[in-house]
């Protein structure tokens, strides 16, 4: 069964611009990650945000997670073409269907 | 460190061949992990090993798929016979502990096309 699920499935935005991507799970957690995905590649650990934290950053990117609705958020702040991939949350080693942003020039 | 390595990076084959997917995971890690990636299904976890021992096989999703790890630096994912709706990018991942505490790195995935 899906544990992570992203929302939305796709964005498109400006670059410069800030993308914001949410990932709802069902269970309890130990810890959430985030990991990006470019097109024929491999998956790239972004952060990991434990249960007890409810903010992390790490560079352009903040992650933001509520255990009490089983949510996280994922901020991308001056977006850049280099962005443009998947993005994908995971608990508990299971990954959700991602979101796929595109950043347009 | 060169990463998880995964081999073949493609495999085109016909329906009833057997398949064989192999991955080295990064030295010292002591967790591999083997997922499917399709448009439709998403990223399938199929089976995981911590210390060479599977620890859940669950994701596996038919006795035509089997998962060996002889080694802490090796490990091997099976498909006889294969079947046209294997076709996918299987990923290997390894994680220096228990994988469901730390990051896993992926590595390249082999497109397997059965046809």
């Known amino acids: 069964s899906q544990q992570g699920e992203e929302d939305p499935q796709a964005l498109s935005i400006q670059e410069g611009e800030n993308a914001t991507m949410n990932c709802s799970y069902k269970t309890s957690i130990n810890n959430l990650q985030w990991y990006r995905q470019n097109s024929g590649r491999g998956l790239v650990h972004l952060i990991l945000?434990?249960?007890?934290?409810r903010e992390k950053h790490s560079g352009r990117l903040r992650v933001t997670l509520d255990t009490s609705k089983k949510s996280s958020s994922l901020l991308i702040t001056a977006s850049r073409a280099a962005d443009t991939a998947s993005y994908f949350c995971a608990t508990l080693i299971i990954f959700g269907k991602g979101t796929r942003l595109h950043i347009l020039p | 460190d060169a990463g998880v390595i995964q081999s073949p990076r493609h495999e085109v084959t016909e329906m009833g061949q057997e398949v064989t997917l192999r991955c080295k995971p990064i030295?010292?890690?002591?967790?591999l992990f083997w997922y499917r990636q399709t448009m439709m299904r998403g990223l399938e976890l199929l089976i995981y090993?911590?210390?060479?021992?599977?620890?859940?096989d669950s994701g596996m999703p038919e006795d035509r798929f089997s998962a060996k790890m002889p080694n802490a630096s090796f490990s091997t994912l099976k498909i006889q016979p294969s079947e046209p709706r294997d076709s996918a990018v299987y990923f290997c991942a390894s994680s220096p502990s228990h994988g469901t505490h730390y990051e896993q790195y992926f590595g390249p995935g082999t497109r397997l096309t059965v046809t």
């Open positions: 945000i434990r249960s007890n934290e």
């Open positions: 030295s010292g890690h002591n967790s």
């Open positions: 090993f911590n210390n060479n021992v599977p620890i859940d």
